[in-house]
């Protein structure tokens, strides 16, 4: 079975009739029949024809795109992008669990810096992740989704099993923890992102902050199990353990089954290198032809300078603050309402009316005020509150990531529009915390350091509202010839778009002779004539 094949077969072929690549619908005759307008296919008085029939069934996409939004292989594609998702970030957020001990194991082999070495580890893993998302979002459009995810999964896999044997070379581990893992990861996560989009439109949002809520609920229920493991098997078996539950990612690859097809290939044109053609070939440079997605991925990573650094040093600045406090109290408050903010905003961003990059700005804001309020804070109470409320924004920023993705880039851009994203991220999640590491070391305080981590969100949020100011081409060209849509006597609907006209018959369509001057057309596509209803999909089938 083909990777884009069709969901079913009534997808491409409806009692006989097969819609054209083009997606255009040929003129209707009076009777409901069909005929192609150049007259080589025409439609006889018995519905018998010597050629193709198109037909355009009531309540479906036109074009045969649309998202299933429901069905068992769509939850389970839903489920299978949560466990994906858990696994991967929930080894990522409590390697904290392996440092320590990693680190003794260092220090009782006599490397004075054991410590640092130790956390070089993770920081590897999480900067590759974040880096190569960019390679993995291109190389899902060369091969597709579940090879991708599938080579995600067993880079992953593998590098956590390697690492059960070089537990005593930092160096070793530094190429099969650092770089293996996370390079798996990197290629296992976009497409995580990317697939939730070919099965879900309606309910894109929540779906999303679901997927997105198995990171923090990996984060939860793993410390306490890793703490289980390492002290009843060692590092060796826990890392193996690690391993088998990473090739659950495996598994999950064969349930991500494309809807949509990859972009078409590049043209050639005069002029062009074989170079240009070939990188054209890799990298979807469609996406970067629309203004409102560059300035997306320029202003978001530059809104992150700061995003990490209150998860790194929170528990130094407690235990410097508030001494004989829990240090691990406010982390924890942050990854449970992250949980949660993924989920009560996934829900919120799919109620109509509701502008997803506001509530991506609001959130962002929301995070860099808190940032800024942290070295403010003289009671341990009110810190913890402050936690709770950056927790609940974070899941909001990191739960519209996809469906902001799909909205201005499309399906067939999304891919690539979420790993150059993430890829864009990766310099400054993985310069920030060191950064304030130096301030801290020369000032001696945390105020500084906060201060300066919560003015690029504000600032990057801000930057945002640039996107309300230009227009992409296609969005321009859209609004100058707009789809038409008007309901004929007979029932039957006609569309318009550039001076074509397109007629599809509307299932169980009114007796001849009934006023074509009672259809309402509302805005938001729905065709009323009389009593009956018919939703007609008038966008584009990339946007």
Known sequence: MAENEPLNETQKQLNGRILPSNGHISPAVSNGQV????????????????????????????????????????????????????????????????????????TALGDPEASSKAALVGSLAIGTTFLFSTVAGCLTDKIGLRLTTFAG??????????????????????????????LGAALAYTPTLAILGHYFKRYLGKVSGFVTAGSSVFTVILPPCLDSMLGGYGLEATLR??????????????????????????KKKPGRSRINLFLRSIVNVEIWKRKRFVIWALCVPLALFGYFVPYVHMMQFVKITFPGEDLNLPVMCIGITSGIGRLIFGIIADMPGVNRMYLQQLSLVSIGLVT???????????LVSFTLVMGLFDGCFISLLGPIAYEICGPSGATQAIGFLLGLSSIPLTVGPPVAGMIFDSTGSYTVPFVLAGLPPLVGSSLLFLIRCVKDD???????????????????????????????????????GVNGSSATIHSNGHVENGTEKLHVSIGSSAS
């Not at 067993?154 to 996370?182: D, K, P, Q, R």
């Not at 088998?244 to 972009?263: R, T």
């Open 35 to 106: 005929h192609h307008a150049n007259g080589k296919s025409q439609a006889n008085g018995n519905g018998t024809s010597n050629g193709t029939h198109i037909e355009a069934p009531c309540c479906r996409d036109i074009h045969g795109k649309e998202p299933p939004d429901g069905g068992a292989r769509a939850w389970l594609v839903m489920v299978s992008a949560f466990l994906c998702n858990g696994i991967i970030f929930g080894f990522i957020n409590t390697y904290g669990v392996l440092h320590s001990l990693l680190s003794d194991r260092l």
């Open 241 to 266: 353990i690690m391993s088998l539950m990473s090739a659950f990612i495996i598994v999950c690859s064969f349930v991500y089954k494309p809807l949509h097809p990859p972009p078409d290939p590049p």
């Open 153 to 182: 999964g067993v880079l992953s896999a593998g590098g956590l099993l390697l690492s059960s044997f070089f537990t005593e070379n930092i160096s070793a581990l530094y190429f099969s923890y650092g770089i293996m893992f996370g």
């Open 372 to 382: 800024l309020l942290l070295p403010l804070t003289n009671s341990y109470v009110v």
């Open 474 to 512: 296609n969005n321009a060209a859209a609004a100058a010839s707009p789809l038409r849509v008007a309901a004929l006597p007979n029932g039957d609907i006609e569309i318009a778009s550039n001076g074509n006209k397109s007629c599809a018959p509307l299932m169980g369509a009114t007796p001849n």
